[in-house]
């Protein structure tokens, strides 16, 4: 299979998958982030290591829009607002991956998953203070967005870890920057 196309079907692949997860949380109920959040962030890392940082990059973009257009929950639209840096969450974990994971794919994913908290804590204390809403819902977008990205980054980057031993080296990508 051509490069491009093994891009294209890989990245459609995953992202079908991240998908589906996140259509199939909204009937699981409140704590759906602690099965989806997973999902997704080993979605973000598999791609990287099988199609490329770009690969990884279009989920990232793709999928936080996807949940935030299909939402129908009251924070739908301060989710959509926060929705850029969700992307940029997303992108900083497959990044991580694809500039460290050559040395040691569990530093990668640890490194990852705390710089992509550390990001999204930082940058929802910031857009909670400045977007004028109720406290409540405040403190639901600060309680989503703040430990629970570490541990479904961690968890998400276990996943993947076991996801890339099962596949084998047979489908990583070879060239990282594809």
Same mark, same amino acid.
């Given at each position: 299979?051509?490069?491009?196309?093994?891009?294209?079907?890989?990245?459609?692949?995953?992202?079908?998958?991240?998908?589906?997860?996140?259509?199939?949380?909204?009937?699981?109920?409140?704590?759906?982030?602690?099965?989806?959040?997973?999902?997704?962030? @080993? !979605?973000?890392?598999? *791609?990287?290591?099988? &199609?490329? #940082?770009?690969?990884?990059?279009? +989920?990232?973009?793709?999928? =936080?829009?996807?949940?935030?257009?299909?939402?129908?929950?009251?924070?739908?639209?301060?989710?959509?607002?926060?929705?850029?840096?969700?992307?940029?969450?997303?992108?900083?974990?497959?990044?991580?991956?694809?500039?460290?994971?050559?040395?040691?794919?569990?530093?990668?994913?640890?490194?990852? @998953? !705390?710089?992509?908290? *550390?990001?999204?804590? &930082?940058? #929802?204390?910031?857009?909670?203070? +400045?977007?004028?809403?109720? =406290?409540?819902?405040?403190?639901?977008?600060?309680?989503?967005?703040?430990?629970?990205?570490?541990?479904?980054?961690?968890?998400?980057?276990?996943?993947?870890?076991?996801?890339?031993?099962?596949?084998?080296?047979?489908?990583?990508?070879?060239?990282?920057?594809?």
């Amino acid at each position: 299979m051509k490069n491009r196309t093994k891009f294209i079907t890989r990245t459609a692949l995953l992202l079908a998958v991240a998908i589906a997860f996140q259509l199939l949380g909204r009937v699981l109920g409140p704590y759906n982030n602690f099965i989806v959040g997973p999902v997704v962030n @080993a !979605v973000l890392i598999v *791609a990287t290591a099988i &199609a490329g #940082i770009w690969s990884g990059v279009a +989920i990232a973009v793709i999928v =936080p829009l996807v949940s935030a257009f299909t939402n129908k929950a009251a924070i739908a639209p301060l989710v959509l607002a926060f929705s850029p840096f969700i992307i940029i969450g997303n992108i900083i974990i497959a990044a991580a991956f694809a500039i460290l994971n050559r040395k040691s794919k569990i530093a990668a994913i640890i490194i990852g @998953a !705390v710089v992509k908290f *550390a990001f999204l804590f &930082a940058a #929802i204390s910031i857009f909670t203070s +400045i977007v004028k809403m109720k =406290p409540q819902i405040a403190a639901t977008l600060t309680n989503l967005f703040s430990w629970p990205q570490l541990v479904t980054a961690l968890v998400g980057g276990v996943i993947a870890l076991v996801v890339l031993a099962a596949v084998g080296k047979s489908l990583e990508n070879e060239d990282s920057n594809h």
